[in-house]
C-alpha cells in the first residue's frame, strides 16, 4: 500500500476539494432533516406527502446532476488545458439546458400536482397535503436549477467554498422560517405543510441570489457574463450532446428508477413512506464524505488526464478507489449505529419505527457498495470519459433487475418491506461489480477534449 503515500501533497489536494463538498452536503442534509423533523411533527400523512411531492424535485435535481456533470467532465479536462473559452460556452449550453427543464418541471408542480401525487399514492389525504405543498414550491424550481448548476460548474476547476456559504445560509434561513411559518411562531401564521414549502421557496430565492451575485461578479477563473449566454454554440451543441448525452441519460434513468421505487414503497403504505424517509436522511448523512471524495475525484482525475500525465491518473484513481473501501466501511458502521438515535428523533407508531430499524440495517450494508459506485463510477469513470460504460451499468442492473424485482417482491410475493427494501437497491451491489474490474484495467482513461 506503499502507493497511497506516495505522492506528495495529493490528501492536502483531495482535501481541499472534498472537504468543502462534504460541508455543502452536510448542509444540505441539515435542511433535509430539519424538514423532516418539523413536519413530521404534524404527523405521518403530512410527512409522507412532502416526501411523495419532493419526488418531482428529486427529479429536475437529478436532471441538474447529470446535465452539470455532463459539463463537469468536459469542464475539468479543459481546465487541465487552461482553454477558459470553451469553458464559458460549456456553462453557457448547461445553463439553458438546466433552465428549461426547471420550467418544464415547475409547470407540472403549478398546475398538476394531483396528477402527479396520483401515480405514487391513492391515498386521498396525502394527495390534497401533496398538492398544496407542490403549489407553492414549483415557484422556486427554476432559481434552485441555476443556483445548484452554478455551483456544481465551478467544482470543476477547484471553487468549492462558495457552496458553503450558499447553503449554510439556505440552512439558517430555510429552518428559522420553517419554525415561524409551519407552527405559528413569532406573530407568524400557523401554515403547516404549506408554511413549509413557504419557507423553502425564501430559501431557494437566497440560494440563488448569493451563487448569482458570485458568478457574475466575483469569481475570476472563468469570468462568466450573461453575454455568454447569446454566444452561438451551434457546433459545440453537437460535440457536447455526444460527449454529455450518456452522464444526463445515466442520471435521468437513475432518477426515474428511483421514482419508480418510491411508487414501490409508497403503494406498500404511509408507514414505509414515512420509514424511508427517515432512512433517506440518515442515508445522506453518512454518504456526504464519499459524495465530497467522488466529486473531488472527478476534478482531479479530470485535470490530471487534461494535462497529459496518464501514469499520474492511474495512480490517484487507484488511490482514490481504495479509499472508496475505506469510506464505505466507515459509512455502514455509522449507520448501524446511529440508526437507533435517529428514528428515535421522530413521535411514529411502533410499525413504522420497526420499518424503518429494518430497512436502516439493510442500508448499512448497501451504503459501502454505494461508496464504490460513487467514487469509482461517477467520479473516475466519468473523469476520463466512460460515461457510456456507467450508462449501460446503470440501465441494466436498475431497470433490468433492482426496478422488476421490487415490483414482483412487493404487489406480487408481499415479502416483508426490508425484503423488498434489499430488492430495490440491490443495483448498488451489482454495477459496483462490474465497474470495479473496468476501473482495474484502465480501460477507461482517455482525453475527451475537442478543438473548435
Not at 40 to 48: N, R, V
Not at 55 to 60: C, E, H, S, V, Y
Request: charged content about 10%; some cysteine.
Amino acid at each position: 500500500m506503499k502507493f497511497m503515500i506516495s505522492e506528495k501533497g495529493f490528501y492536502k489536494m483531495l482535501a481541499a476539494i472534498a472537504l468543502p463538498i462534504a460541508l455543502q452536503n452536510l448542509i444540505t442534509v441539515m435542511v433535509s432533516m430539519m424538514d423532516t423533523l418539523m413536519i413530521g411533527q404534524l404527523g405521518e400523512t403530512q410527512l409522507s406527502a412532502t416526501s411523495i411531492a419532493n419526488q418531482l424535485w428529486f427529479i429536475l435535481m437529478i436532471i441538474c446532476f447529470g446535465v452539470s456533470g455532463g459539463a463537469n467532465v468536459l469542464i475539468a479536462q479543459y481546465w487541465g488545458k487552461k482553454d477558459v473559452e470553451v469553458i464559458r460556452r460549456v456553462e453557457a449550453i448547461t445553463y439553458k439546458i438546466g433552465f428549461a427543464a426547471s420550467i418544464l418541471f415547475g409547470s407540472i408542480a403549478l398546475l398538476a400536482p394531483e396528477t402527479f401525487m396520483g401515480i405514487f399514492t391513492t391515498e386521498s389525504a396525502v394527495i390534497e397535503y401533496g398538492s398544496q405543498y407542490l403549489r407553492i414550491i414549483g415557484w422556486s424550481y427554476p432559481l434552485y436549477a441555476v443556483a445548484n448548476i452554478s455551483i456544481m460548474m465551478l467544482r470543476s476547476v477547484g471553487t468549492v467554498n462558495i457552496s458553503v456559504v450558499v447553503y449554510l445560509t439556505s440552512l439558517i434561513v430555510n429552518t428559522s422560517l420553517n419554525y415561524m411559518l409551519i407552527f405559528g411562531k413569532f406573530g407568524a401564521p400557523a401554515l403547516g405543510i404549506r408554511g413549509g414549502a413557504l419557507a423553502t421557496v425564501c430559501a431557494r430565492c437566497t440560494e440563488f441570489a448569493i451563487a448569482a451575485y458570485y458568478v457574475l461578479f466575483r469569481e475570476t477563473k472563468i469570468r462568466f457574463r450573461l453575454k455568454n449566454l447569446l454566444t452561438c454554440n451551434r457546433m459545440l451543441y453537437k460535440k457536447y450532446g455526444a460527449l454529455s448525452a450518456p452522464v444526463v441519460g445515466n442520471e435521468i434513468m437513475w432518477g426515474l428508477g428511483a421514482s419508480m421505487a418510491a411508487v414501490v414503497i409508497g403503494r406498500m403504505g404511509t408507514n414505509f413512506v414515512a420509514a424511508n424517509s427517515i432512512y433517506t436522511v440518515l442515508n445522506q448523512l453518512v454518504t456526504v464524505i464519499i459524495f465530497g471524495v467522488g466529486n473531488a475525484a472527478l476534478t482531479i482525475v479530470g485535470n490530471t488526464i487534461g494535462a497529459g500525465d496518464y501514469e499520474l491518473a492511474k495512480r490517484r484513481s487507484l488511490k482514490l478507489y481504495v479509499l472508496s473501501v475505506l469510506l464505505g466501511l466507515v459509512s455502514a458502521g455509522i449507520t448501524l449505529l446511529a440508526s437507533p438515535l435517529i428514528v428515535s428523533f421522530y413521535h411514529f407508531a411502533p410499525d413504522t419505527v420497526q420499518i424503518a430499524l429494518s430497512i436502516n440495517r439493510v442500508g448499512a450494508l448497501i451504503v459501502f457498495f454505494q461508496s464504490l459506485a460513487i467514487v469509482g463510477m461517477i467520479g473516475i469513470l466519468r473523469a476520463g470519459g466512460d460515461a457510456k460504460f456507467v450508462l449501460v451499468c446503470e440501465v441494466a442492473f436498475l431497470w433490468g433487475v433492482a426496478v422488476p424485482l421490487g415490483f414482483f417482491t412487493g404487489f406480487v410475493l408481499h415479502w416483508p418491506t426490508w425484503a423488498v427494501f434489499l430488492c430495490l437497491k440491490c443495483d448498488e451491489i451489482l454495477k459496483t461489480a462490474i465497474s470495479t474490474i473496468r476501473i482495474l484495467k484502465f480501460q477507461w482513461l482517455k482525453d475527451i477534449t475537442i478543438r473548435d
